[in-house]
């Protein structure tokens, strides 16, 4: 009998890695769907914007739309658009080159926001959010001009969950991204097909993909921003108690408004006594299988920045 050889070893290595990327790949698609069809995102003769980064999230999102374009019972179309902010060093190279090569029709969008971003911002001051604003203003302006009915963002289930942590932790609401909406000026439908899936198979896809990576260093180095600080502490839960994150997204997915404490949801002022019983009525005394006590004293243990960071 022979022994294996050196080259059977990496075919066999090989082979393990294509059979476990096809099937990561698999999963990402019917997530994908699944939140389309949830949200009824697309739709005949949509018009899709893609918008890349030049992130492992937004090259999966136009991957994997792509891939649900071949196959969908409905014709739609994409455009990828990137918006080249002029950030010192950025490869400019790198996205045209990646779009041609795999035949998507795309645009690139040139827009010094870097520059007006350093003027404006203090040093030491974050910079996520005039950024993002400036970003978005541009691409609303360009949807409008391609003739575009959607607008795809990359965010996935885990930049979804660590926004509802911020607005809960240091905007006093219950608020994250939702998975669809209308923009702010009220002209372009926001989707974010990604809605359904973790980070860290996003990670793997990119490596098992081979994504030209292109690194976001506008921001520089900034170990205080309050979303790495929420993003640690998920990690951290995801690592110790594997499946919270999949039960607290499964949470955001089912409120009962009529126990929270929004007035303007519920009608607390005029509730009354029915004598008919109620499914959402109140099951206080009801047993429920939640986290011992002790889980949850710890809970929110990580030490998390003050409003004024």
Not at 11 to 27: H, S, T
């Amino acid at each position: 009998m022979n022994a294996a050889t050196p080259a059977d070893d990496t075919e066999a290595l090989d082979r393990k890695q294509q059979y476990e990327g096809n099937k990561l790949n698999k999963r990402l698609r019917h997530q994908v769907g699944d939140a389309v069809v949830d949200f009824n995102m697309i739709e005949q003769g949509d018009k899709i914007m893609v918008c890349l980064s030049g992130g492992k999230d937004s090259y999966a999102m136009l991957d994997i739309l792509l891939s649900l374009q071949r196959n969908a019972p409905i014709d739609f179309s994409i455009l990828a658009v990137n918006l080249d902010q002029k950030q010192p060093g950025f490869p400019e190279e790198v996205l045209p080159t990646y779009l041609k090569q795999i035949g998507v029709p795309f645009r690139i969008i040139e827009q010094d926001t870097y520059s007006i971003v350093k003027s404006v911002l203090e040093e030491g001051k974050t910079t996520c959010s005039l950024c993002s604003r400036l970003r978005r203003g541009i691409l609303y302006r360009v949807a409008k001009e391609e003739g575009c009915t959607k607008i795809a963002l990359g965010h996935h289930r885990d930049d979804i969950l660590a926004t509802f942590f911020l607005n809960m932790f240091y905007g006093g609401k219950l608020k994250a991204m939702p998975p669809k909406l209308v923009s702010d000026n009220g002209e372009h439908v926001v989707i974010r097909p990604l809605a359904y899936v973790r980070e860290k198979d996003l990670v793997r896809y990119a490596a098992w993909k081979q994504f030209p990576i292109i690194p976001c260093n506008l921001c520089g180095s900034q170990p205080n921003l309050q979303r790495q600080v929420v993003a640690d502490m998920m990690r951290d839960w995801d690592k110790k108690h594997p499946g919270r994150l999949e039960t607290m997204f499964k949470a955001l997915c089912n409120v009962v408004p009529s126990h929270l404490a929004d007035r303007t949801l519920f009608d607390f002022a005029g509730l009354h006594t029915t004598g008919v019983e109620d499914a959402q009525g109140d099951h206080l005394f009801d047993e429920e299988d939640m986290e011992p006590v002790s889980e949850l004293s710890r809970l929110f243990a990580p030490q998390l920045l003050p409003l004024s960071e």
